[in-house]
């Protein structure tokens, strides 16, 4: 079947980097989205990989290696806005989207 | 602004009834979906019309209808609630079918609680 894994929960510290990790078993590979929703709001996008290699958009930066199942977001400078839930997902050989369960990310100051 | 708009916002349901959630955009998107989000489950594409009159079934499609009349209107229809389907609705568009980074733009959400 097709498995999108990443942790359920992390903790950080204001002004500090954490990094997101996200390990994928999917159908063919279409690209890499990585995704922020806030407590009761929307997932709104913050990236997209279909090679390997990093993205670098600001204080967000994203990694794939398609040959490891594997990507993750890093975020860096911590702010308090930054806490929100981070969802991966993987488009499959049918264009299908796959969705992780998501991270919370908790930042503490 | 543009977007994406969904009605209701949160609806208390009776087991049994029959329920419509509404979902309008207005960026010309010819792809749209309805997904539901469960705690600790990742997103579940419910439906989905790649473009006006046409749809396509998702991962969990049974117990759950939609139509796709014109490019910005893409209600969601429940026939007859279960508790099951409780949940929370979101309606989501993109500028492709499939090809492309495909971005999704999702709307606000509909919170449903069937009792």
């Known amino acids: 079947g097709q498995n999108i894994d990443q942790p359920t929960e992390m903790t950080a510290t204001e002004g500090a980097i954490v990094q997101i990790n996200c390990t994928y078993q999917?159908?063919?590979?279409?690209?890499l989205f990585w995704y922020q929703q806030h407590a009761g709001e929307a997932p709104t996008f913050l990236s997209y990989n279909v090679l390997d290699g990093l993205e670098e958009k600001g204080r967000f930066s994203s990694f794939l290696s398609r040959s490891k199942g594997y990507s993750y977001l890093l975020l860096k400078e911590l702010q308090m806005k930054d806490s929100a839930s981070y969802l991966c997902a993987v488009r499959d050989s049918n264009y299908q989207l796959i969705w992780g369960a998501g991270t919370k990310l908790i930042i503490k100051p | 602004i543009a977007g994406i708009t969904q009605a209701p916002t949160s609806q208390i349901l009776a087991a049994g009834r029959r329920m419509t959630l509404r979902c309008t955009q207005d960026m010309r998107h010819n792809a749209m979906y309805w997904y539901r989000q469960d705690l600790g489950l990742g997103l579940r594409l419910i439906h989905y019309s790649n473009t006006a009159g046409t749809t396509g079934k998702g991962e969990v499609p049974d117990g759950y209808s939609v139509s796709r009349a014109n490019t910005d209107d893409f209600p969601l229809t429940l026939a007859s609630a279960v508790p099951s389907q409780t949940s929370v609705y979101f309606c989501?568009?993109?500028?492709?079918?499939?090809?492309?980074?495909?971005?999704?733009?999702f709307g606000a959400g509909s919170r449903l609680t069937v009792l």
């Open positions: 989501a568009s993109s500028d492709t079918g499939g090809s492309g980074a495909n971005v999704l733009t």
């Open positions: 999917t159908s063919g590979f279409n690209g």
